[in-house]
């Protein structure tokens, strides 16, 4: 049997699904499992060695992008097709491509489409989006194993993400703190550049730490602005990386200081201390899974909300100091 899996379409989102794809593949041993993943997530699969192989779908959502990934899909003559992507496009994908047995979430109207639905728990945005993919696996009469986030690094990536700190004059001796001050979501996610700018004084002052940036190439500007407001520069790897890169050098890192985008969850995979700073949204449904972690959020009247820029004052960030983030992350460096 040949099973294709439907990624999601974010980084984190992605993270989040590895526990349900691991209890997928328990279920079914020997079985070939199959990843089909847009290209900015596919690479995110491509060092899990239960997954047989990956299949890139193009970043685009219209009728064209959809055509080519039909005759992706048709060439590999899937036996069983799991939507672990939550669009109606994704499962007219698997009706298109004839795959015989289509599972998934029966929402948005995509039911018609699926030969085996699983109804969505009204209770969704009480649990973690780890338990929304768990859930979708015993909903299909599947067991599920206790969840745990794991990414595997390799050893030859290990090493050229030490080469790439050397080449940059980054000292190994001392420890590597990186900022991830970006979040494609919008600005509403995003803690003030001005203080990160302040906290990765702290860092400097008290532990002589390097201080790194990274990012996405739209969020260099963020980057070039905590620089400029420092006085002992970062290292700025903004837009300098692909993810499997950004994934070896945050594997490198002491602590990892972040707005709630997928990076965090990136790091949380790796077991790397983070720090996550939340604003409009909530961490119970999007925070960091599991430990070493540390989650800094503010009670604010008009939390939480969708917006991706804020309207009123940006109270739900402005109100979280670089000290007090300096002084939850003390746990983490001891």
Same mark, same amino acid.
């Given at each position: 049997?040949?099973?294709?899996?439907?990624?999601?379409? %974010?980084?984190?989102?992605?993270?989040?699904?590895?526990?349900?794809?691991?209890?997928?593949?328990?279920?079914?041993?020997?079985?070939?499992? %199959?990843?089909?993943?847009?290209? %900015?997530?596919?690479?995110?699969?491509?060092?899990?060695?239960?997954?047989?192989?990956?299949?890139?779908?193009?970043?685009?959502?219209?009728?064209?992008?959809?055509?080519?990934?039909?005759?992706?899909?048709?060439?590999?003559?899937?036996?069983?097709?799991?939507?672990?992507?939550?669009?109606?496009?994704?499962?007219?994908?698997?009706?298109?491509?004839?795959?015989?047995?289509?599972?998934?979430?029966?929402?948005?109207?995509?039911?018609?489409?699926?030969?085996?639905?699983?109804?969505?728990?009204?209770?969704?945005?009480?649990?973690?989006?780890?338990?929304?993919?768990? &859930?979708?696996?015993?909903?299909?009469?599947?067991?599920?194993?206790?969840?745990?986030?794991?990414?595997?690094?390799?050893?030859?990536?290990?090493?050229?993400?030490?080469?790439?700190?050397?080449?940059?004059?980054?000292?190994?001796?001392?420890?590597?703190?990186?900022?991830?001050?970006?979040?494609?979501?919008?600005?509403?996610?995003?803690?003030?550049?001005?203080?990160?700018?302040?906290?990765?004084?702290?860092?400097?002052?008290?532990?002589?730490? &390097?201080?790194?940036?990274?990012?996405?190439? &739209?969020?260099?500007?963020?980057?070039?602005?905590?620089?400029?407001?420092?006085?002992?520069?970062?290292?700025?790897?903004?837009?300098?990386?692909?993810?499997?890169?950004?994934?070896?050098?945050?594997?490198?890192?002491?602590?990892?200081?972040?707005?709630?985008?997928?990076?965090?969850?990136?790091?949380?995979?790796?077991?790397?201390?983070?720090?996550?700073?939340?604003?409009?949204?909530?961490?119970?449904?999007?925070?960091?899974?599991?430990?070493?972690?540390?989650?800094?959020?503010?009670?604010?009247?008009?939390?939480?909300?969708?917006?991706?820029?804020?309207?009123?004052?940006?109270?739900?960030?402005?109100?979280?100091?670089?000290?007090?983030?300096?002084?939850?992350?003390?746990?983490?460096?001891?």
């Amino acid at each position: 049997m040949k099973i294709v899996i439907r990624a999601p379409n %974010w980084i984190g989102d992605s993270i989040f699904a590895i526990p349900a794809i691991v209890s997928l593949c328990k279920n079914f041993p020997g079985t070939q499992v %199959w990843i089909a993943a847009r290209e %900015w997530v596919k690479d995110l699969f491509t060092s899990f060695n239960f997954i047989e192989n990956i299949i890139p779908l193009p970043d685009q959502s219209n009728l064209k992008s959809l055509k080519v990934s039909v005759q992706r899909l048709k060439e590999y003559d899937f036996d069983v097709g799991v939507l672990l992507s939550n669009s109606f496009s994704s499962a007219l994908l698997l009706y298109l491509a004839k795959i015989p047995q289509r599972w998934g979430y029966k929402k948005d109207g995509r039911g018609v489409l699926l030969t085996n639905g699983v109804s969505l728990n009204n209770q969704r945005n009480l649990f973690h989006q780890v338990h929304y993919y768990l &859930n979708l696996i015993s909903g299909l009469g599947l067991q599920t194993f206790s969840p745990q986030l794991s990414f595997p690094v390799t050893q030859e990536e290990r090493q050229q993400a030490k080469n790439l700190l050397a080449s940059l004059n980054v000292n190994l001796e001392k420890r590597i703190i990186i900022l991830n001050p970006g979040a494609f979501y919008g600005s509403s996610k995003r803690w003030p550049v001005l203080k990160y700018a302040e906290l990765s004084k702290l860092y400097q002052d008290k532990y002589k730490a &390097n201080i790194l940036i990274i990012g996405s190439p &739209n969020e260099a500007g963020l980057a070039e602005s905590i620089a400029s407001h420092s006085v002992i520069k970062p290292f700025i790897l903004t837009g300098k990386t692909n993810l499997r890169q950004l994934a070896a050098l945050t594997s490198q890192a002491d602590l990892f200081i972040t707005n709630d985008s997928g990076p965090m969850h990136l790091a949380n995979a790796l077991k790397i201390p983070v720090v996550a700073l939340f604003g409009p949204t909530d961490p119970r449904i999007t925070g960091p899974f599991q430990e070493p972690s540390a989650i800094i959020k503010k009670d604010v009247p008009c939390w939480p909300c969708s917006y991706r820029e804020c309207p009123f004052d940006h109270r739900c960030m402005m109100n979280i100091e670089p000290e007090e983030v300096f002084q939850v992350s003390q746990k983490f460096l001891k």
